[in-house]
């Protein structure tokens, strides 16, 4: 069987080893948590795991995506706080268009090799 098989040890390792195909899998997993909650923890994991082990550019990308989890998070919160209190019914709709937002910039930055610009913004 060749290395290069879908089904290959190594190409399993490429995507849980820090780099590129694994920033890409955990903004995939950020994606998926829309309809599988559980995914954007494991992605979540998967970035503290992997950082502080890979190229600078790549590094930015992981404290982006750490970032994304624990603001997302946070937004999300206190959007249902205040859709508890009427003031905030669209409030969950808006973090996960942020949310959605940053993963689809990040993919596009990731697929360019490029770093993200400024990985500790509260914005886009």
């Given at each position: 069987m060749d290395?290069?098989?879908?089904g290959?040890?190594?190409?399993?390792?490429?995507?849980?080893s820090?780099?590129?195909?694994n920033v890409?899998?955990?903004?995939?997993?950020?994606?998926v948590?829309?309809?599988?909650?559980?995914?954007?923890?494991?992605?979540?994991?998967?970035?503290?795991v992997?950082?502080g082990?890979s190229?600078?550019?790549?590094?930015?990308?992981?404290?982006?995506?750490?970032?994304?989890?624990?603001?997302?998070?946070?937004?999300l919160?206190?959007a249902?706080?205040?859709?508890?209190?009427?003031?905030g019914l669209l409030?969950?709709?808006?973090?996960?268009?942020?949310v959605?937002?940053?993963?689809?910039i990040?993919?596009?930055?990731?697929?360019r090799?490029?770093a993200?610009s400024?990985?500790?913004?509260?914005?886009?």
């Amino acid at each position: 069987m060749d290395n290069q098989d879908q089904g290959s040890p190594d190409n399993l390792n490429a995507w849980i080893s820090p780099g590129v195909s694994n920033v890409k899998l955990i903004y995939l997993l950020y994606l998926v948590s829309f309809v599988l909650g559980i995914s954007g923890i494991v992605g979540v994991v998967f970035a503290y795991v992997n950082r502080g082990q890979s190229e600078d550019w790549i590094e930015t990308h992981y404290t982006y995506l750490i970032r994304t989890f624990w603001i997302g998070l946070l937004y999300l919160l206190v959007a249902l706080v205040l859709a508890v209190m009427i003031i905030g019914l669209l409030l969950p709709f808006a973090v996960a268009v942020w949310v959605i937002v940053r993963c689809v910039i990040g993919l596009q930055k990731v697929a360019r090799r490029e770093a993200i610009s400024n990985p500790r913004t509260w914005w886009i």
